[in-house]
């Protein structure tokens, strides 16, 4: 999972974006994803600091009561 984050942060940093944005699934996330929602970060710090998949998620898919299941997504920030 991390691994995925980890290619599209690289995918956009060589399509020429130097920051990305934070995709919540609004209302439908957790409140500590829902707390990241539209926020920017470089790619050179997120590819450090890997804000996702959220480490605190608390969401739960119905039956899976194990760890939260962060559905957060990159998106290509245009400054
Ligand atoms: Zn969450
Ligand atoms: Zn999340």
Redesign the pocket.
């Known amino acids: 999972m991390e691994l995925f984050f980890e290619i599209k942060l690289k995918q956009y940093q060589s399509s020429g974006f130097e920051s990305v944005e934070i995709i919540?699934c609004g209302e439908q996330?957790?409140?500590?994803?829902?707390k990241l929602e539209g926020k920017v970060i470089n790619i050179t710090d997120a590819l450090a600091i890997k804000p996702l998949p959220?480490k605190?998620?608390?969401?739960d898919l119905e039956s899976v009561n194990e760890i939260?299941?962060?559905?957060?997504a990159y998106g290509p920030h245009i400054s």
């Open positions: 919540t996330s957790c409140p500590s994803c829902q959220c605190d998620c608390t969401f939260g299941w962060c559905r957060c």
